[in-house]
C-alpha cells in the first residue's frame, strides 16, 4: 500500500495495489461521481477482462478488491478469475451517503414510502433513470476506452438499496449485463412499481440474446426485519425461475449467522465466484 493526494488535494490516502481512481460529472443529471477501479496484474484475455460494476464503491470497494485480488491468483481453487473492478462512489466521506437514495430508485409516492424507523423524512429519492443513462452511455464507454474490457461478461453488484438498483435494472434491461447480483435488496421499497415490470418482463426477454445468471442473497439475522427481505428476495428468484423468460437463471442464499451489514464481506465473496461462471 501506499498514501497519495487526493485529486482534490485534500489529505493523502492509503490506496491499494493496482488500483486508481478519478472523479466524472454526469452529463444529463450535473451529479459528481468518484470512480474507483481496480485492474487485474495479468495480461487480458484476447477478448478483454471480465467487468464488475460495483454500487456503494465508498463502502465495499476495499473488500472486493482484496477479496478478488487474493482469490484471482488460484481460480482453479477459488473459482474466481480476475476481472476488472469498476467501484462508482461519491466524493463524501460516509460509508453510505444520502445521495444513493436518489440515485438508485425509481419514483415512488410520497403515500407509498415505508415509515423511517426514526420518524424522519427520507432523503430525496427518484433519479434510478438518471443513474441508469450515466453508467451505459457514459461510464461504461468510458471505462472501455480505458482498459481491455469484454462486454459479454459484465456483472453489476449492489447491496439493499443497490440491490433494489440491481433488480430494476434486471427487470427494465434485462440484456445490459450477464450477471445481476443483488444482496439483501430492499425489495419493500417500490413494489407497486415491481409488480407492473414483472408483469411485462418475459416479453422484454424476448429481444435478449444472452442468458442471464441472477443472484439474490440476505442474512439469516435480517428474517425478523419488517421489510420481509428474505421471503420477498426467495419469492422473486421462485418468480425468476418460473416466469416464462426465456434465457434467465436465478439462485438465492440465506448465509447463516448473518445481518443486514455483516453479510457484506461473505455476499462479495460470493459475488466473484458468481461473476466468474462461464
Known amino acids: 500500500m501506499k498514501q497519495v493526494m487526493r485529486h482534490d488535494g485534500t489529505e493523502p490516502e492509503v490506496t491499494l495495489p493496482g488500483t486508481a481512481f478519478y472523479h466524472i460529472r454526469a452529463e444529463q443529471t450535473e451529479r459528481e ?122 456483472s453489476v453488484v449492489g447491496h439493499s438499496l443497490g440491490g433494489l438498483f440491481v433488480l430494476q435494472l434486471l427487470l427494465e434491461r434485462p440484456g445490459t449485463y450477464r450477471n445481476y447480483i443483488a444482496g439483501s435488496p430492499s425489495l419493500h421499497w417500490n413494489s407497486a412499481w415491481i409488480a407492473r415490470q414483472q408483469e411485462t418482463f418475459a416479453s422484454r426477454m424476448l429481444d435478449n440474446r444472452m442468458e442471464i445468471h441472477v443472484l439474490l442473497a440476505a442474512g439469516e439475522l435480517e428474517g425478523s426485519h419488517p421489510s420481509g427481505v428474505i421471503e420477498r428476495s426467495r419469492a422473486f428468484s421462485e418468480w425468476l425461475n418460473h416466469a416464462d423468460a426465456i434465457g434467465v437463471r436465478a439462485d438465492f442464499i440465506c448465509f447463516e449467522d448473518e445481518g443486514h451489514i455483516s453479510v457484506l464481506p461473505v455476499l462479495i465473496s460470493r459475488a466473484l465466484r458468481f461473476a466468474s461462471r462461464d
Do not use: C
Request: charged share 25%.
Open 33 to 154: 461521481y468518484e470512480i474507483r477501479v481496480w485492474v487485474p496484474e495479468s495480461a487480458p484475455p484476447a477478448s478483454g477482462y471480465p467487468v464488475i460494476y460495483l454500487l456503494d464503491a465508498n463502502a465495499v470497494f476495499g473488500t472486493m478488491v482484496e477479496a478478488m485480488r487474493i482469490q484471482s491468483l488460484r481460480p482453479e481453487k477459488t473459482g474466481v478469475v480476475p476481472a476488472v473492478i469498476v467501484g462508482v462512489g461519491y466524493k463524501a466521506r460516509e460509508a453510505f451517503p444520502p445521495d444513493r437514495h436518489y440515485d438508485f430508485m425509481m419514483p415512488v409516492p410520497e403515500g407509498e414510502l415505508p415509515r423511517r424507523p426514526d420518524g424522519a423524512t427520507w432523503p430525496e429519492h427518484g433519479g434510478a433513470e438518471g443513474f441508469t443513462l450515466f453508467i451505459e452511455e457514459q461510464l461504461k464507454p468510458d471505462i472501455e476506452r480505458r482498459y481491455a474490457i469484454d462486454r459479454s461478461r459484465q
